[in-house]
């Protein structure tokens, strides 16, 4: 079997793992902790469940 499957040659045609893809996983992590933070504290009961914005009735719970 071949050890160079691609035929590249020269490292300047390949990409280095650690710059390139260690910032696009931080960009990532930080574009998805935004979006989360931002979910959180402008409208935290958007993921809620309707039924507990419900008023309880005592005459007829538990149900």
């Known amino acids: 079997g071949s050890n160079n499957p ?3 040659d020269s490292n300047i045609d390949k990409i280095p793992f650690h710059p390139y ?3 696009k996983d931080i960009m990532g992590f930080i574009i998805l902790m935004m979006a989360l ?3 959180t504290l402008l ?3 958007y993921l809620g469940d309707p039924d507990n ?3 309880a009735n005592p005459l ?3 149900v």
């Open 43 to 45: 409208n935290p009961y």
């Open 53 to 55: 914005f419900t008023p």
């Open 21 to 23: 893809f260690t910032f």
């Open 60 to 62: 007829v719970t538990p």
């Open 6 to 8: 691609l035929g590249i």
């Open 37 to 39: 933070t931002l979910l």
